[in-house]
């Protein structure tokens, strides 16, 4: 089966068609996506629109936020997700679509396990909340204890960083492997990047393809001064939500 897994979208509405036109194109069989549909972009309605079609997806920290009281957010992420729920709860809007997409939120898992795979946003020891950044490799104690609750392989994302986490402690950013990793029998994280908000340093938007055991990175271009224009009309949203974007950051 090949699969796409895409996560960390943030109401990018640009970036994702873009990443859905690619997906299409590869002849994808499964859509999954590994959380956070809505915060700091300017199109949480129709993120959720369209995700609501995959085949699998799990809760993000931001998607939970928009439901209940924000923690551990920034200013400028709490300011963002406030103004989101007040999207999604919009009284003059579409009463049915309103409690569709609400009740899609409220319905997602915080993990799925298949085929010896665990999807997750964040990381198989805390699937909501816990970060996994690339120089936690020189953690040991923290990379032991997440891989000890990892049964085979585990997707993720929320750092909106794209690599792979090997059990030796290393991590193989797509560059370093050439876009695709083959995986073995040897536990495995592979962090999918980010759709809507890439922070490695190159602005395209960010998923991975699966397809038997191989891991293929893809980045995919879009419109990204649009979203900017768009972050930059709604008042409640940081100017700076979108000038990262033009750099990756």
């Known amino acids: ?8 979208i943030h109401a990018n509405l ?49 998607d939970l936020g928009a439901l209940f009281d924000p923690e551990g957010f920034s200013s400028g992420a709490e300011r963002a997700i406030f103004w989101t729920r007040r999207q999604l709860e919009d009284p003059t809007g579409d009463a049915a679509a309103v409690k569709r997409r609400l009740d899609f939120l409220a319905e997602l898992p915080r993990n799925h396990h298949e085929d010896g795979m665990l999807f997750v946003h964040g990381s198989a020891r805390n699937p909501l909340n816990e ?7 020189y953690n040991a104690r923290k990379i032991d ?3 000890g609750v990892v049964e085979r392989r585990c997707f993720q994302g929320h750092t909106h960083v794209p690599g792979i986490f090997t059990r030796d402690k290393r991590f193989l950013s797509p560059a370093d492997i050439g876009e695709q990793f083959v995986l073995g029998t040897e536990k495995t994280m592979i962090n999918v990047g980010s759709v809507g908000q890439p922070r490695d340093g190159d602005a395209r938007a960010c998923y991975v393809l699966l397809e038997d055991n191989c891991v293929r990175f893809r980045r995919v271009p879009y419109a990204v001064e649009r979203t900017v224009e768009k972050i930059y009309a709604v008042p409640e949203l940081d100017n700076f939500l979108g000038d990262r974007l033009r750099e990756g950051r």
């Open 145 to 147: 204890r997440i891989f």
């Open 131 to 137: 970060y996994i950044f690339p120089e936690d490799v």
């Open 14 to 62: 640009e970036a994702l068609t873009a990443v859905l036109e690619d997906i299409a194109a590869e002849g994808v069989e499964q859509r999954i996506c590994l959380g956070d549909l809505i915060g700091y972009g300017p199109n949480p309605l129709e993120c959720i629109d369209l995700v609501m079609d995959f085949d699998v997806c799990v809760l993000g920290n931001h």
């Open 1 to 8: 089966m090949k699969r796409a897994i895409v996560s960390d």
